[in-house]
């Protein structure tokens, strides 16, 4: 099993900035695309953004140009740039990977979700 851990939300005014960490660990073998999400009050989980292993990256229409996704494959992090907060950025947010590992009969890809961190934008 693998165990995805999220840190560096919190709280910050409308205009600041934060950077979302997310570290993958156990019984890895490959990890193909990684992304973040988000969940406000009353709402549906919604991608936020997402990489592929190849750095290909996708974002939401209401990040574009204020969010940057990015990883490092050799510490199995993906990252999350924050810039020009707004109120309706406040969320939780969680960190998503599919991860590839060996059963020890076969290799298994499975998606690994992590516990959530919040963000709040708020003056």
């Known amino acids: 099993q693998a165990q995805l851990v999220e840190s560096g939300g919190g709280l910050v005014q409308p205009g600041g900035s934060l950077r979302l960490s997310c570290a993958a660990s156990?019984?890895?073998?490959?990890?193909?695309?990684m992304g973040w999400y988000r969940q406000a009050p009353g709402k549906q989980r919604e991608l936020v953004a997402s990489?592929?292993?190849?750095?290909?990256?996708n974002y939401a229409d209401s990040v574009k140009g204020r969010f940057t996704i990015s990883r490092n494959n050799a510490k199995n992090t993906v990252y999350l740039q924050m810039n020009s907060l707004k109120p309706e950025d406040t969320a939780v947010y969680y960190c998503?990977?599919?991860?590839?590992?060996?059963?020890?009969?076969?290799?298994?890809?499975?998606?690994?979700w992590g516990q959530g961190t919040q963000v709040t934008v708020s003056s």
């Open positions: 998503n990977a599919d991860i590839m590992y060996w059963s020890g009969i076969r290799y298994i890809t499975t998606a690994y």
């Open positions: 156990g019984n890895i073998f490959r990890i193909d695309a």
């Open positions: 990489i592929t292993s190849g750095d290909s990256t």
